[in-house]
Nanobody, 129 residues
Framework: EVQLVESGGGLVQAGGSLRLSCAAS????????IGWFRQAPGKEREGVSC????????YYSDSVKGRFTISSDNAKNTVYLQMNSLKPEDTAVYYC??????????????????????WGQGTQVTVSS
């Protein structure tokens, strides 16, 4: 069973930075995707970024492109989301999620939440103005 544990959230002033971590375990394949999503109160869950392990592709939403960077440390089985130039509108609970590729993945959408099978518990990010 894939398990994901997020950490690194907190309170930061606008313009500041945070780095979120997603520690993953239980993968039986080395071909998977890790996505970062966020959900603010009263809003739908939004895809923020994605990393695919096989080809190390990265994806970003327009709202974070140029400010957030996703990366992976294979030795630690951890995916990071470096968040710079944070804005109050970045305030949300951030979740990481995993998708394991099976070879029949035409439905895979890197920034769409229903694509993913496994979810972490979330970590709160609050950006004050």
């Amino acid at each position: 069973e894939v398990q994901l544990v997020e950490s690194g959230g907190g309170l930061v002033q606008a313009g500041g930075s945070l780095r979120l971590s997603c520690a993953a375990s239980g993968f039986t394949s080395d071909d998977y995707a890790i996505g970062w999503f966020r959900q603010a109160p009263g809003k739908e869950r939004e895809g923020v970024s994605c990393f695919t392990s096989a080809d190390r592709s990265t994806y970003y939403s327009d709202s974070v492109k140029g400010r957030f960077t996703i990366s992976s440390d294979n030795a630690k089985n951890t995916v990071y989301l470096q968040m710079n130039s944070l804005k109050p509108e970045d305030t949300a609970v951030y979740y990481c999620a995993a998708y394991v590729f099976s070879g029949d993945d035409y439905d895979f959408r890197p920034l769409v939440s229903y694509t993913y099978n496994y979810w972490g518990q979330g970590t709160q990010v609050t950006v004050s103005s």
